[in-house]
């Protein structure tokens, strides 16, 4: 079982950056992939990036390449995501998943934060 926590969203103009991350419990978060997916109002929820069990295998949507990074620190039980270069489209409640099976396979994983709200105005 793991509890997935999320923080650091926040308003911020287009153009600026911020840091998420999700600290999660469970002695076993070391062997989940972990990644991010968001929601905007009236939309449907969307795979962001996601990072594998042992950091080496980096996933993104095509929206964020190259303005994303997905990162994660086992020892500190935490995922983080930079994101740059922010457009007001980044607007979304973004959400934490885990995933038991290590990698990313097309679909999320069981385990889900409560989300946090990021807001980029124009």
């Known amino acids: 079982q793991v509890q997935l926590v999320e923080s650091g969203g926040g308003l911020v103009q287009a153009g600026g950056s911020l840091r998420l991350s999700c600290a999660a419990s469970?002695?076993?978060?070391?062997?989940?992939?972990v990644g991010w997916f968001r929601q905007a109002p009236g939309k449907e929820r969307e795979f962001v990036a996601v990072v594998s069990w042992s950091g080496k295998s980096t996933y993104y949507a095509d929206s964020v390449k190259g303005r994303f990074t997905i990162s994660r620190e086992n020892a500190k039980n935490t995922v983080y995501l930079q994101m740059n270069s922010l457009k007001p489209e980044d607007t979304a409640v973004y959400y934490c998943?885990?995933?038991?099976?290590?990698?990313?396979?097309?679909?999320?994983?069981?385990?889900w934060g409560q989300g946090t709200q990021v807001t980029v105005s124009s």
């Open positions: 469970g002695r076993t978060f070391s062997k989940y992939a």
């Open positions: 998943n885990a995933d038991p099976r290590g990698d990313w396979y097309g679909l999320p994983g069981d385990y």
